[in-house]
């Protein structure tokens, strides 16, 4: 999965088709991107064979609708904490009986042929992903509870804020964020539930925890850490280049 923070435009997708991902996470939580430019980029994702998924801003569960009309593939909601909290999100994501979702007629990920309720229901319903993203403490101790609910497919412990609520910001070695993935990767597996792990910066810390329940999605990292990263290695080879070539004054 590719972040994608700063893009606007379909190039992204296709750098993230070219390059082997397979799916995107296009974030409106650390962004000021519309949701008119998000819906555009799922749509394309789709038509160029990507899964796209949005995190959407805390507690903005308004727009979870429009984005799922708008072509997204699922919804990943931040800062959860309990399960009245992840409840109203997996309801709003799914049509009635089992959940409360607006009916609609044509979408992008049916091709925009207008289909009846019987069949757009259910063919929707089983493809839309639903992610709770737990960052708290409370919310890792109601993660069993949370992971029962009808509607919710994967749990995802986001180690960044996480590390932060136990007073150790990027200390992803810390015990307490073992204790989380070990605790919560018990609750997926009970209720059948995947669980992804995100913001673990030390790949070594990320192979160790992996074995306590972390399925096979993985970030490969944001369109504008990335960009950063190439334009920061660049500058420095072109300066080390130019640095060797310059004539050193004489030595007298």
Known sequence: MLGIRGSRTTDILQIAKSTGHHSVMIDLEHSTMST?????????????????????????????????????????????????????????????????????????????????????????DGTTVVQILLETPTGIANADAIAQLDGVDMIAIGANDFTAELGTPGRYDAPGLRDAVASVGEACRRHGKLLV??????????????????????????????????ADAAAKATLARSAAQTPQPAQH
């Open 36 to 124: 008119d430019v998000a819906a555009q980029l799922c749509a394309a994702a789709g038509a160029f064979g990507l899964t796209a998924l949005v995190r959407i801003p805390e507690r903005e569960y308004g727009m979870i609708g429009r984005l799922l009309d708008g072509g997204a593939h699922g919804i990943i909601a931040p800062r959860i904490e309990t399960v009245a909290e992840a409840e109203l999100v997996a309801r709003a994501c799914r049509f009635a009986p089992r959940g409360q979702r607006s009916q609609t007629a044509q979408l992008p990920q049916l091709g925009m042929r207008p289909t009846p309720a019987r069949e757009l229901n259910p063919a929707l």
């Open 197 to 230: 792990l995100g913001g673990v910066g030390d790949q070594a810390v990320m192979d160790a925890l992996v074995p306590l329940g972390v399925c096979s999605l993985r970030i490969t990292g944001t369109d504008t850490a990335l960009l950063y990263q190439a």
